[in-house]
C-alpha cells in the first residue's frame, strides 16, 4: 500500500474514493461488454436460425424433385442479408446440392463438411445447420455461414460509449470527492493543527473548535477533555512543588532531631555495654576463683579422707610386715647348718611378696592423694573399683563386713577420671562401713550392670548396696548438700556425698539414693558409655 | 425423421444397385421412370384430395396405370410406403369404370381420343391424373411429364384440379416448369 503512505488524508481520500469509482466503472462496462456480446451472438443465432427455417422450407420441395436450378433460386433470395457470406444446402447423403454465395464472398472456398443442427461460432463467422424435413422425413440440411462484422461494430461503438462514460463519471467523481472529502478531512486536519500547534508552544490552555456528532466529534471532544485535564493536573502539580519544599524542610527538621536522639541513645547502649563487659569479667574471675576454691575443696575433701583411711592403712601394712617379721625371725631362729636353701628362697619369694603389696598400697596411696588432672580418658571401671578397695579390704575384713561383687563379666570402658571416680567409691564404700557399724551379719553388695538405652547408646550402673541403719526420710533430702553430716563431730568433713555428687555430674552421669531405715541403703551411679 | 428411407432414397439406392449390376436393363429409359415413379409418390404427397373421397381415415390410396406400363417393377416398390398414414396399392386398370383409382396415370401409349373417353368415364372428383402428352393438359388432365435438359419435369393444370376439388401445396406449384390457372381454349 506504498501507493497510501506518506501522503495526507486529504489525498488519501480522494484516492481511495477514485480508486474506486474507477474500478467499479470498469467491471460494469466489462459485465455489460461481455452481456452485449453474449445477447448480440443469441441474437444472431436466432436470426439467422430463423432465416434457415424459411429458406428450409422453401427448398423441401426442390429436394423432393431434385431441382438444383430451383434451389438456387430460392437460396439467392440470400441477397437481401448482406451478413451472410455463404449457404449450402446438403441432401441426406451429405452431398452439396445447391451453393448461394454472397457477391463480397470468395466463391471458390469449399463448403463445410454437414453437420447435425448445430451452429459455432470461429473465425469472426457464424456458421449454422438445420436440418430440412418435410412430413416428418428429413430431406437435407441447410448450412448457412454469417459475418459477424456487425458485432466487431458493435463493439467499436460500445468502446467510444464507454470510454466516454467513464471520462465523464471519473471527472463528477473527482468533482464531488473533492468537494466532499471536506467532511471528513477538515476536522481532522483541524485536530492535526492544533496538536502541533500544543506541542510546539507547550501551550495547553488551547481548544478546539468542536465537531459533528461522529467519532471524530468524539475525538475531539475528548481531546479538548484531556487538555482540560492536563491543564488542572499542571496547576495542582505547581501548587504541589511550591508546597513540597515547605514540607521537605519540616521533615528534615524531624529527622534531624530523631537522629540526635537516636545518637543519644546509641552513646547510652554503648556505655551499658561497656559495663556489661566489666561485670562479665568480674564474673569470669568470680568462676576462675570459684574453680579453684572447688579443687582446693576437693583436695582438701580428699586427704581429709586419707587422714580417715590412716587406720586403714595402718591394718593393711600391718598384715605384710608382720608376715616379713615372722618369717624373717624363723630364719635366724635356725642354724645356719640346717638352713635348706629351698626353704630360704621360699621364705624370701614370701618375703618379697609381702614388700611388693605394702609398696603397692604406698604407692597407690600416694598416687591418690596427688592432685588430679581433670581430663576424661576411657577407664575401666572393674579396676577403679579393685583399686578402691585396696585401701578399704582389710578395714572391711576386720570389721567381719561380707563383701559381695555381682559384675557384668562384658563392661565397656567409660569416659572418665579413674582418680575422682575412686574417690567416689571409697566415699561410697566408707559410707557404708559406716553404716553396718554394730550390725548383725554386715554386708556390701557392689553389682555393675550395663543397662541399654531406646537410642542405642548404652550406660553402666554401678549400685552400693548395704543392710545397715538406713537413713530417715527427713534427711534424704539434704543428703548430697555440702557440709551436712550426720556423724559425730569431728568424724566426717561433711563434704563426702556433696563432692561425689559434683564428680558425677562432670561425668554427665545420676547419683540416686534410695533407703529404708532400719534395713539398708542403696546408692545408684549412673554413667554413660561413650 | 423416418429412418426406413422414402421412395426417392430407395429408389436412389435401387437405381445405383441397378447401374452396376445390370448395365442393360439400366437406360436412360429406366432412369427415366425411375425418377417418374419418385415424382409421382410425391405428388400424391403434396396434395390434398377433396372431402368425402376416402371411406374411412386408413383406407388405402389407390396408384392406378393404364395403359402399357412403362414402369415394369418400379412403382410396385411403392406398395410398402404410406401416405399420410394410408397404405399404397398399385394396379394395372383396362375398365376404368370397375376399379375406383385415386391416383391414375396414363401412359404415352393411349391415344388423344381413348383419353378423352377415360376422363369422361372417370368419377367427377377424386382421381388426379397424371399424363405424358402434351395434350394431357389441355383435354383436362391435372399433371403431365416432360422433358427438359434430360431431367423430368412437369406441368399443372391448376384451373381443372382445383376444378375437380384438389387443393395443391405451393410447394408443388413451384417447381412445376408451367401452371394453368385459366381453362385451355377449345379446339
Given at each position: 500500500?506504498?501507493?497510501?503512505?506518506?501522503?495526507?488524508?486529504?489525498?488519501?481520500?480522494?484516492?481511495?474514493?477514485?480508486?474506486?469509482?474507477?474500478?467499479?466503472?470498469?467491471?460494469?462496462?466489462?459485465?455489460?461488454?461481455?452481456?452485449?456480446?453474449?445477447?448480440?451472438?443469441?441474437?444472431?443465432?436466432?436470426?439467422?436460425?430463423?432465416?434457415?427455417?424459411?429458406?428450409?422450407?422453401?427448398?423441401?420441395?426442390?429436394?423432393?424433385?431434385?431441382?438444383?436450378?430451383?434451389?438456387?433460386?430460392?437460396?439467392?433470395?440470400?441477397?437481401?442479408?448482406?451478413?451472410?457470406?455463404?449457404?449450402?444446402?446438403y441432401?441426406?447423403?451429405?452431398?452439396?446440392?445447391?451453393?448461394?454465395?454472397?457477391?463480397?464472398?470468395?466463391?471458390?472456398?469449399?463448403?463445410?463438411?454437414?453437420?447435425d443442427?448445430?451452429?459455432?461460432?470461429?473465425?469472426?463467422?457464424?456458421?449454422?445447420?438445420?436440418?430440412?424435413?418435410?412430413?416428418?422425413?428429413?430431406?437435407?440440411t441447410?448450412?448457412?455461414?454469417?459475418?459477424?462484422?456487425?458485432?466487431?461494430?458493435?463493439?467499436?461503438?460500445?468502446?467510444?460509449?464507454?470510454?466516454?462514460?467513464?471520462?465523464?463519471?471519473?471527472?463528477?467523481?473527482?468533482?464531488?470527492?473533492?468537494?466532499?472529502?471536506?467532511?471528513?478531512?477538515?476536522?481532522?486536519?483541524?485536530?492535526?493543527?492544533?496538536?502541533?500547534?500544543?506541542?510546539?508552544r507547550?501551550?495547553?490552555?488551547?481548544?478546539?473548535?468542536?465537531?459533528?456528532?461522529?467519532?471524530?466529534?468524539?475525538?475531539?471532544?475528548?481531546?479538548?477533555?484531556?487538555?482540560?485535564?492536563?491543564?488542572?493536573?499542571?496547576?495542582?502539580?505547581?501548587?504541589?512543588?511550591?508546597?513540597?519544599?515547605?514540607?521537605?524542610?519540616?521533615?528534615?527538621?524531624e529527622?534531624?532531631t530523631?537522629?540526635?536522639?537516636?545518637?543519644?541513645?546509641?552513646?547510652?547502649?554503648?556505655?551499658?555495654?561497656?559495663?556489661?563487659q566489666?561485670?562479665?569479667?568480674?564474673?569470669?574471675?568470680?568462676?576462675?576463683?570459684?574453680?579453684?576454691?572447688?579443687?582446693?575443696?576437693?583436695?582438701?575433701?580428699?586427704l581429709?579422707?586419707?587422714?580417715?583411711?590412716?587406720?586403714?592403712?595402718?591394718?593393711?601394712?600391718?598384715?605384710?610386715?608382720?608376715?616379713i617379721?615372722?618369717?624373717?625371725?624363723?630364719?635366724?631362729?635356725?642354724?645356719?647348718?640346717?638352713?635348706?636353701?629351698?626353704?630360704?628362697?621360699?621364705?624370701?619369694?614370701?618375703?618379697?611378696?609381702?614388700?611388693?603389696?605394702?609398696?603397692?598400697?604406698?604407692?597407690?596411696?600416694?598416687?591418690?592423694?596427688?592432685?588430679?588432672?581433670?581430663?576424661?580418658?576411657?577407664?575401666?571401671?572393674?579396676?577403679?573399683?579393685?583399686?578402691?578397695?585396696?585401701?578399704?579390704?582389710?578395714?572391711?575384713?576386720?570389721?567381719?563386713?561380707?563383701?559381695?561383687?555381682?559384675i557384668?563379666?562384658?563392661?565397656?570402658?567409660?569416659?572418665?577420671n579413674?582418680?575422682?571416680l575412686?574417690?567416689?567409691?571409697?566415699n561410697?564404700?566408707?559410707?557404708?562401713?559406716?553404716?553396718?557399724?554394730?550390725?548383725?551379719?554386715?554386708?556390701?553388695?557392689?553389682?555393675v550392670?550395663?543397662?541399654?538405652?531406646?537410642?542405642?547408646?548404652?550406660?553402666?550402673?554401678?549400685?552400693?548396696?548395704?543392710?545397715?541403719?538406713?537413713?530417715?526420710?527427713?534427711?534424704?533430702?539434704?543428703?548430697?548438700?555440702?557440709?551436712?553430716?550426720?556423724?559425730?563431730?569431728?568424724?566426717?568433713?561433711?563434704?563426702?556425698?556433696?563432692?561425689?555428687?559434683?564428680?558425677?555430674?562432670?561425668?554427665?552421669?545420676?547419683?540416686?539414693?534410695?533407703?529404708?531405715?532400719?534395713?539398708?541403703?542403696?546408692?545408684?551411679i549412673?554413667?554413660?558409655?561413650? | 425423421?423416418?429412418?426406413?428411407?422414402?421412395?426417392?432414397?430407395?429408389s436412389?439406392?435401387?437405381?445405383?444397385?441397378?447401374?452396376?449390376?445390370?448395365?442393360?436393363?439400366?437406360?436412360?429409359?429406366?432412369?427415366?421412370f425411375?425418377?417418374?415413379?419418385?415424382?409421382?409418390y410425391?405428388?400424391?404427397?403434396?396434395?390434398?384430395?377433396?372431402?368425402?373421397?376416402?371411406?374411412?381415415?386408413?383406407?388405402?390410396?389407390?396408384?392406378?396405370?393404364?395403359?402399357?406400363?412403362?414402369?415394369?417393377?418400379l412403382?410396385?416398390?411403392?406398395?410398402?410406403?404410406?401416405?399420410?398414414?394410408?397404405?399404397?396399392?398399385?394396379?394395372?386398370?383396362?375398365?376404368?369404370?370397375?376399379?375406383?383409382?385415386?391416383?391414375?396415370?396414363?401412359?404415352?401409349?393411349?391415344?388423344?381420343?381413348?383419353?378423352?373417353?377415360?376422363?369422361?368415364?372417370?368419377?367427377?372428383?377424386?382421381?388426379?391424373t397424371?399424363?405424358?402428352?402434351?395434350?394431357?393438359?389441355?383435354?383436362?388432365?391435372?399433371?403431365?411429364?416432360?422433358?427438359?435438359?434430360?431431367k423430368?419435369?412437369?406441368?399443372?393444370?391448376?384451373?381443372?384440379?382445383?376444378?375437380?376439388?384438389?387443393?395443391?401445396?405451393?410447394?408443388l406449384?413451384?417447381?412445376?416448369?408451367?401452371?394453368?390457372?385459366e381453362?385451355?381454349?377449345?379446339?
Open positions: 500500500m506504498l501507493f497510501f503512505r506518506n501522503i495526507s488524508i486529504q489525498q488519501k481520500l480522494m484516492r481511495i474514493i477514485m480508486l474506486t469509482s474507477g474500478i467499479l466503472l470498469v467491471l460494469v462496462c466489462i459485465v455489460f461488454l461481455t452481456y452485449e456480446i453474449f445477447t448480440f451472438r443469441d441474437a444472431m443465432r436466432d436470426k439467422l436460425s430463423s432465416l434457415a427455417s424459411i429458406i428450409g422450407i422453401n427448398v423441401a420441395s426442390t429436394l423432393l424433385f431434385d431441382d438444383r436450378e430451383t434451389a438456387e433460386e430460392t437460396l439467392s433470395a440470400l441477397r437481401g442479408e448482406p451478413h451472410v457470406i455463404s449457404a449450402f444446402l441432401k441426406k447423403d451429405g452431398q452439396v446440392f445447391a451453393k448461394y454465395f454472397h457477391e463480397s464472398a470468395d466463391k471458390d472456398v469449399l463448403p463445410p463438411p454437414l453437420q443442427d448445430t451452429h459455432t461460432f470461429f473465425d469472426g463467422k457464424l456458421l449454422l445447420f438445420q436440418p430440412i424435413t418435410f412430413q416428418n422425413e428429413q430431406l437435407g441447410i448450412g448457412i455461414e454469417s459475418s459477424m462484422e456487425a458485432l466487431d461494430a458493435r463493439i467499436e461503438q460500445y468502446g467510444v460509449i464507454a470510454v466516454t462514460i467513464m471520462f465523464v463519471s471519473f471527472l463528477i467523481a473527482f468533482l464531488l470527492s473533492f468537494q466532499l472529502q471536506r467532511i471528513i478531512s477538515e476536522p481532522i486536519l483541524h485536530l492535526a493543527k492544533t496538536m502541533k500547534k500544543i506541542s510546539t507547550n501551550d495547553y490552555s488551547l481548544r478546539m473548535v468542536p465537531g459533528d456528532q461522529d467519532e471524530v466529534g468524539f475525538l475531539i471532544a475528548g481531546f479538548n477533555q484531556m487538555l482540560n485535564q492536563i491543564q488542572k493536573r499542571d496547576e495542582k502539580l505547581k501548587e504541589h512543588w511550591d508546597h513540597l519544599e515547605e514540607q521537605v524542610d519540616l521533615r528534615t527538621k529527622l534531624t530523631v537522629n540526635q536522639q537516636m545518637q543519644s541513645e546509641i552513646k547510652e547502649r554503648k556505655r551499658i555495654e561497656q559495663n556489661l566489666n561485670s562479665n569479667e568480674e564474673l569470669v574471675t568470680a568462676n576462675e576463683k570459684l574453680k579453684s576454691t572447688q579443687s582446693q575443696l576437693v583436695q582438701s575433701a580428699k581429709a579422707s586419707i587422714g580417715e583411711l590412716a587406720t586403714g592403712i595402718a591394718h593393711e601394712l600391718n598384715q605384710p610386715l608382720t608376715y617379721r615372722n618369717s624373717t625371725q624363723l630364719l635366724l631362729m635356725d642354724n645356719a647348718d640346717d638352713l635348706d636353701a629351698e626353704e630360704v628362697f621360699e621364705t624370701l619369694q614370701q618375703v618379697e611378696q609381702a614388700t611388693d603389696r605394702m609398696m603397692s598400697i604406698i604407692n597407690h596411696l600416694r598416687s591418690f592423694a596427688r592432685e588430679s588432672d581433670i581430663q576424661h580418658r576411657p577407664v575401666q571401671l572393674c579396676q577403679v573399683l579393685e583399686n578402691s578397695l585396696i585401701l578399704l579390704n582389710e578395714q572391711l575384713k576386720n570389721r567381719n563386713i561380707r563383701l559381695e561383687k555381682k557384668d563379666p562384658q563392661l565397656p570402658q567409660v569416659l572418665g579413674s582418680q575422682q575412686e574417690q567416689v567409691f571409697i561410697m564404700l566408707s559410707n557404708a562401713r559406716d553404716a553396718l557399724d554394730g550390725r548383725e551379719d554386715p554386708q556390701i553388695v557392689i553389682q550392670k550395663v543397662l541399654a538405652q531406646d537410642d542405642g547408646s548404652q550406660q553402666v550402673m554401678i549400685c552400693f548396696i548395704d543392710n545397715g541403719a538406713g537413713i530417715p526420710s527427713s534427711y534424704l533430702e539434704k543428703i548430697f548438700d555440702p557440709f551436712f553430716s550426720t556423724k559425730e563431730e569431728g568424724k566426717g568433713t561433711g563434704l563426702g556425698l556433696s563432692i561425689s555428687y559434683g564428680i558425677i555430674q562432670d561425668h554427665q552421669g545420676e547419683i540416686h539414693v534410695s533407703s529404708t531405715e532400719g534395713e539398708g541403703t542403696t546408692f545408684e549412673i554413667l554413660p558409655v561413650q | 425423421m423416418k429412418k426406413h428411407g422414402s421412395l426417392l432414397f430407395k436412389l439406392i435401387l437405381g445405383v444397385i441397378l447401374i452396376w449390376t445390370s448395365p442393360v436393363i439400366l437406360n436412360a429409359t429406366t432412369r427415366e425411375q425418377v417418374k415413379a419418385a415424382f409421382i410425391n405428388f400424391a404427397r403434396l396434395v390434398k384430395w377433396p372431402k368425402g373421397t376416402f371411406i374411412d381415415p386408413d383406407a388405402p390410396m389407390s396408384f392406378c396405370v393404364f395403359g402399357k406400363d412403362p414402369f415394369g417393377p412403382l410396385d416398390a411403392l406398395a410398402k410406403e404410406t401416405i399420410r398414414g394410408r397404405q399404397i396399392t398399385v394396379k394395372r386398370v383396362k375398365d376404368i369404370k370397375e376399379t375406383s383409382c385415386h391416383v391414375l396415370y396414363i401412359s404415352k401409349s393411349v391415344e388423344e381420343e381413348r383419353i378423352e373417353q377415360v376422363f369422361r368415364e372417370l368419377p367427377p372428383f377424386g382421381v388426379l397424371i399424363g405424358e402428352r402434351h395434350s394431357f393438359g389441355p383435354l383436362g388432365g391435372h399433371i403431365h411429364f416432360m422433358m427438359e435438359a434430360n423430368v419435369r412437369f406441368h399443372v393444370n391448376l384451373y381443372a384440379a382445383e376444378k375437380d376439388g384438389f387443393k395443391i401445396s405451393s410447394k406449384l413451384r417447381i412445376a416448369r408451367v401452371v394453368n390457372t381453362p385451355f381454349e377449345k379446339k
